[in-house]
């Protein structure tokens, strides 16, 4: 095998978003395609019946347990599946078992699951070793007899949940910095100062007893008592939680003005009290020399996000079915919208649209539509999204649109739905919403580095395409591809420092 082939389930595994504690990797919530499919019946060469392949929907997760003899083995746990068989049976099923993914001389995979079914005994699922293995997607079938005579067979596609959107936090001004010499060491100590900013924390999973926490995009700056101003950057991990009593830690690895990084840790001490983190961090347990920092923090409130319609929305109006009106053809619909916050629960999260601004035609006449409305994107068992819009259109009466609860979410902040007035029966207005911020690409409320980064990663140039399928979202021009005049209309577009995204920037 070569070299580069080794190294994809490597690299692939590099994309999951896990986390590592210590020796302890974070379990990655998967969730089933809607191709997943489950099948009961005879196979060849036994001649009874063979039931449909029905759908198969749910969750399950994955925990890295490292590498050994060729592959990257990981625990699958907390599977939990539903079908609906075509009698209208529901079958529930849970269970656990372990994935691989490697080899030698060629790229091989194996799922095995020990799998209940309405909480019977549990059956051994086995896909056997097959040639494959696209991490982080999985796509593999497995059965109970191999499809030999009366099996179970379930083809199992899957992909990682992705993880919530990161939350803004800012520095009260109690946090501090201080410098110097502490006990026992007899050296000066230098003032406590004010430390200012911002960071990022993204819950990343519960592993043993613990919620972890990714900090990023610290940004934070100190005014010493001689005028000099030092900026710390750097990111690092956040946990709370434990067994016998609450604690929590913070560790973080740090830059000054653009050295090398040093690790700050607080150790692990009681309590907690989130939202609001209240921690000290320092380079040496504030024993003798030591840099140390006071951090007191809250989340942010998030303010609105400029969206704008890609160039695969579209407005349609008329009449479908059995009605007999004018049914115009689809034609591009273009506008904004702002995206903010509104509530969210461990399952979904919901979010208020504003300001909605778009234009379109129906044949030859403008229609303009104006409104708002919620869009949720979570799920218990799989992941889902609803858009309902109340739209006024050419200054009409409130409409209701409304896509109901449908598969999907996935490629959030990106939004991919569809809505209507009555699920095309007669007299419609379906709307194709394809969606995405127009600064602000991680919806944490501004455009800062992170969102330069994300964009830069997707400049590919004139009439080459796009990167990959979220680099959609960068083309601002809507010309099919991400280049200079992109750039030309993100610097157009970028808010200076506290304001807002103008919404007549793309014009």
């Known amino acids: 095998m070569s070299t580069f082939t080794r190294a994809l389930p490597l690299l ?37 019946p063979l039931g449909p392949e029905t759908p198969v929907k749910g969750t399950f997760k994955l925990v890295s347990e490292g590498f050994s003899d060729w592959y990257d083995r990981y625990a699958v746990t907390d599977v939990d599946w539903t079908v609906e068989t075509a009698e209208g049976k529901v079958l529930h099923i849970t269970g656990s078992g372990s994935y691989m993914v490697g080899g030698d001389f060629v790229l091989d995979q194996r799922l095995t699951l020990d799998l209940s079914t309405n909480g019977g005994a549990s059956e051994r699922f086995d896909s056997g070793m097959v040639i494959g293995g696209g991490l982080p997607r999985i796509d593999i079938t497995v059965s109970i007899n191999q499809l030999y005579c009366q099996d179970t067979v379930i083809h199992v596609i899957a992909a990682p949940q992705p993880p919530p959107p990161p939350v803004l936090y800012r520095l009260d001004p109690k946090s501090t910095w201080q410098q110097g010499c502490f006990p026992p060491c007899l050296c000066p100590t230098g003032p406590e100062l004010s430390v200012h900013g911002t960071l990022t924390m993204r819950h990343m999973g519960f592993s043993n007893w613990y919620d972890h926490y990714a900090v990023n995009d610290v940004d934070w700056t100190v005014q010493t008592v001689d005028g000099k101003v030092v900026h710390l950057t750097g990111s690092g991990t956040y946990i709370v939680g434990g067994d016998f009593a609450l604690t929590q830690r913070l560790t973080l690895d740090l830059s000054t003005d653009g050295g090398a990084a040093e690790r700050f840790d607080s150790g692990t001490v009681l309590g907690s009290s989130l939202p609001r983190i209240d921690l000290t961090v320092s380079i040496n347990d504030m024993y003798c020399y030591d840099t140390v920092i006071h951090v007191v923090a809250a989340p942010q409130a998030v303010p609105a996000v400029l969206y704008r319609l890609l160039p695969r929305s579209t407005y349609q109006e008329g009449c479908f079915g059995m009605c007999n009106c004018v049914l115009y053809p689809e034609s591009r619909i273009t506008g904004t919208f702002s995206l903010a916050p509104e509530d969210s629960n461990p399952l979904l999260q919901t979010y208020a649209l504003t300001d909605v601004d778009w234009h379109s035609i129906a044949g030859t006449q403008p229609r303009h539509l104006t409104g708002k409305g ?92 796009f990167a990959s399928f979220g680099c959609a979202a960068a083309d601002l021009d809507a010309d099919g591809d991400v280049d200079q005049s992109d750039f030309g209309l993100l610097q157009r577009c970028w808010p200076e420092a506290g304001d807002l995204v103008d919404p007549a920037c793309l014009e």
């Open 374 to 465: 919620l869009y949720k994107v979570g799920g218990e068992v799989a992941l889902t999204q609803q858009l309902e819009l109340d739209l006024a259109v050419n200054g009409g009466g409130p409409e209701h649109f409304d896509s109901g609860m449908v598969a999907g979410g996935a490629k959030f902040p990106l939004i991919d739905i569809q809505v209507t007035i009555g699920q095309l029966v007669c007299f419609d207005r379906p709307i194709h919403v394809m969606a995405a911020p127009v600064v602000d690409f991680n919806l944490d409320g501004s455009g800062d580095r992170a969102d330069l980064k994300w964009f830069l990663r997707c400049v590919s140039g004139p009439e080459i395409g």
């Open 12 to 48: 692939a595994a590099a994309l999951l978003p896990t986390l590592v504690y210590g020796q302890a990797s974070l379990p990655v919530v998967y969730v089933l395609d809607a191709r997943s499919t489950w099948q009961q019946g005879c196979f060849p060469p036994c001649k009874c």
